[in-house]
């Protein structure tokens, strides 16, 4: 009787596996051809099933020993080996594709780790261009618009942190392959590719330009008299190519995002650090002589909206890392009874009122101390840095302000460059169905590493063109598409609250971008543009 109730039990859990990997099978055609409801329906059900039993936690745990198979293809009960293709999106946990790669290779993540990489990609040296853009619009305006794009950003951003797991279990670890998901694999690539991609990529570009103007002015600062060394010399091209030797250096010891967690510390240390020591001395010098808050005359009423447009541009410019809030959420564990999400929104919360509380500052406390008579251009950012302070502040102070932005451009260079590192791998586990091996892994980061320096040394008039760049990629990716993807997969009440919101947000987002598109159009038309190929 007692064996009998043994081989019971064991015919009971053969069924259950039996049962679960049908359903694990089933899940790749309903992500990819199936309706919304049909995704759902069928999703709760997985999803408990594979809490009840583990399995989701087996799978995750084979895939990282190199064991992961596609449970798509079963012949006879035998897993295949993983077929996947460009177009094939679906994925997330049940793709054992993600094991292999940088974004998702260790899902180990924590709360603090998730809040160190949003702080490190989300505060940077854009920031510093704030009180130029209270220069115009004054005080009242200048406090309401960063008010509402403050809180605008605040909520796409836990659109994404809601959306990128799936009620099926399927997480989203790439902007992309949400925005495939939400509009479909033509649209979505259409859309989305170019944005994530420039905003990762050209992220990347331009770091080496600001951190090679950084270490190109350390140098002038540090052998200001010239008895010690040459002030001129190292040229803009050596500084480049010594700030792209230092990032990828440090990306090599990097294996995937998660590991770069102590990075990120770094980088937000140095990021509040600077941020704090510029409003600080800014009101702690006082203001300038005769300083006036009037906004500047303007010669034509064109030039007056491109300005003002070009203002409300720089705030919303400010607030970046949009397009790497799925990739850092992917860092995290995930279960049916602990979802990412919660750890994730943590995250988000504390580092968005540490950024907001530093931007606040900064344009308040640069715009107090200089008026419209701030120092700043939209060419000469990292001019900037010494500008702000050039007037009775000692060297050291300088020289330590330096040696804080590079720090931040080496740290932020590796959440932004790890994105890069990702896209290449995925091409290469498409096609040959493997991980990528360490050798080849070295040999990307190089690649990536010097592409990205010939592009910077061809192209360091790149950030006189971040207006019409940043208006036609990160406005919509920031503030648009968020707001459209949820009612596209959530599908929230036809003309409810939620939806009302989400499309006036995401249409006023589209006309706000196309404004910035004219504006910055027009004042590259007015201005000119230096296009100083190959001469940094």
């Given at each position: ?59 995750e745990t084979n895939s990282r020993q190199g064991f992961a198979q596609d449970f798509s293809n079963m012949d006879n009960g035998v897993p295949q080996p993983v077929t996947m293709s460009p177009k094939n999106w679906a ?7 993600d094991a292999w790669l940088p974004l998702t290779e260790s899902r180990k993540g924590t709360i603090y780790s998730t809040t160190f990489h949003l702080l490190c990609s989300g505060l940077g040296i854009q920031a510093l ?311 080849l892994r070295i040999v990307l980061r190089l690649f990536v590493g010097g592409f990205a320096f010939f592009l910077a040394v061809a192209l360091p008039f790149l950030g006189r063109l971040s207006p019409l760049l940043g ?66």
């Amino acid at each position: 009787m007692q064996l009998s109730m043994v081989e019971k039990r064991e015919n009971y859990r053969k069924d259950e596996r039996d049962h679960v990997a049908g359903d694990i099978s089933g899940a790749w055609v309903v992500v990819c051809g199936q309706s919304d409801e049909g995704r759902h329906s069928m999703g709760s059900g997985l999803w408990l099933k594979l809490g009840g039993m583990r399995d989701q936690e087996d799978v995750e745990t084979n895939s990282r020993q190199g064991f992961a198979q596609d449970f798509s293809n079963m012949d006879n009960g035998v897993p295949q080996p993983v077929t996947m293709s460009p177009k094939n999106w679906a994925g997330g946990e049940l793709n054992p594709q993600d094991a292999w790669l940088p974004l998702t290779e260790s899902r180990k993540g924590t709360i603090y780790s998730t809040t160190f990489h949003l702080l490190c990609s989300g505060l940077g040296i854009q920031a510093l261009l704030l009180p130029l853009a209270f220069a115009t619009l004054g005080w009242a305006w200048g406090i309401i618009c960063l008010s509402i794009v403050c809180s605008w950003k605040f909520y796409t951003m836990s659109l994404l942190v809601r959306l990128h797991e799936s009620d099926s279990g399927i997480r989203y670890s790439r902007y992309v392959h949400l925005a495939v998901t939400a509009f479909g694999p033509k649209l979505g690539m259409l859309l989305a590719l170019f944005p994530a991609m420039y905003l990762s990529g050209g992220a990347c570009v331009q770091l080496i330009i600001i951190g090679g103007g950084i270490i190109k002015l350390l140098v002038r600062t540090v052998c200001k008299d010239g008895a010690t060394c040459d002030p001129n010399s190292m040229h803009g091209i050596l500084c480049f190519f010594v700030f792209m030797f230092m990032a990828i250096c440090v990306a090599e010891y990097f294996p995937n995002l998660n590991s770069v967690a102590g990075v990120s510390v770094i980088g937000t240390i140095t990021a509040i650090v600077y941020c704090t020591m510029i409003w600080a001395l800014s009101i702690g010098k006082g203001r300038l002589n005769d300083v006036s808050y009037e906004p500047p005359a303007m010669d034509s009423t064109m030039e007056s909206f491109s300005t003002v447009l070009n203002s409300v541009g720089i705030i919303f410019l400010a607030f970046r890392g949009q397009n790497v809030i799925l990739e850092i959420q992917g860092t995290l564990p995930s279960n049916p009874r602990h979802p990412s999400c919660k750890r994730t929104w943590s995250g988000v919360t504390i580092s968005h009122v540490v950024i907001a509380l530093c931007l606040f500052s900064l344009a308040l406390g640069g715009y107090w101390a200089y008026g419209n008579k701030v120092p700043f251009a939209n060419t000469e950012v990292v001019k900037a840095v010494s500008q702000f302070h050039a007037q009775k502040i000692s060297q050291f102070v300088l020289e330590l302000l330096c040696i804080l932005v590079l720090i931040n451009c080496l740290t932020t260079f590796q959440i932004y460059g790890m994105v890069v590192f990702d896209n290449f791998e995925m091409k290469y586990t498409i096609r040959k169905k493997q991980p990528c091996p360490r050798w080849l892994r070295i040999v990307l980061r190089l690649f990536v590493g010097g592409f990205a320096f010939f592009l910077a040394v061809a192209l360091p008039f790149l950030g006189r063109l971040s207006p019409l760049l940043g208006a036609v990629t990160s406005v919509p990716l920031t503030y648009v598409y968020p707001c459209f993807m949820w009612n596209s997969i959530k599908k929230p009440k036809r003309k409810g609250i939620i939806w009302c919101t989400n499309m006036g947000l995401g249409c006023l987002g589209v006309v706000l971008s196309v404004l910035f598109v004219v504006a910055a159009a027009w004042d590259l038309a007015d201005k000119g543009l230096v296009a100083n190929f190959f001469k940094p």
